[in-house]
């Protein structure tokens, strides 16, 4: 073989032998909620989000409705 097919087998035999050993876990990790923290943290201090492009006829209503599924 040549040291090029080698060193790709080597690596393959690397990642195969590394995700061998790895668990996929049900638990969510504890950083997501960190990261919903700053998020919170975000909009107490009051930014703003530009939404371009709209019609003219958009209520408030309309584009809370849209975003609800987000913490805008």
């Known amino acids: 073989m040549s ?5 790709v087998s080597e690596a393959v035999n690397d990642v ?3 995700l061998s ?4 876990s049900d638990k969510a990790a504890d ?3 960190a990261n919903n923290d700053a998020v919170l943290a975000s909009a107490a201090e009051g930014r703003r989000l530009y939404i371009g492009n709209l019609a003219y006829a958009t209520t408030e209503g309309e ?3 849209f975003f609800k599924g987000y913490l805008v």
């Open 21 to 24: 050993n790895a668990t996929i």
């Open 16 to 18: 195969t032998n590394a």
């Open 3 to 7: 040291a090029v097919v080698e060193k």
């Open 63 to 65: 584009l809370k409705e």
């Open 31 to 33: 950083k997501p909620a």
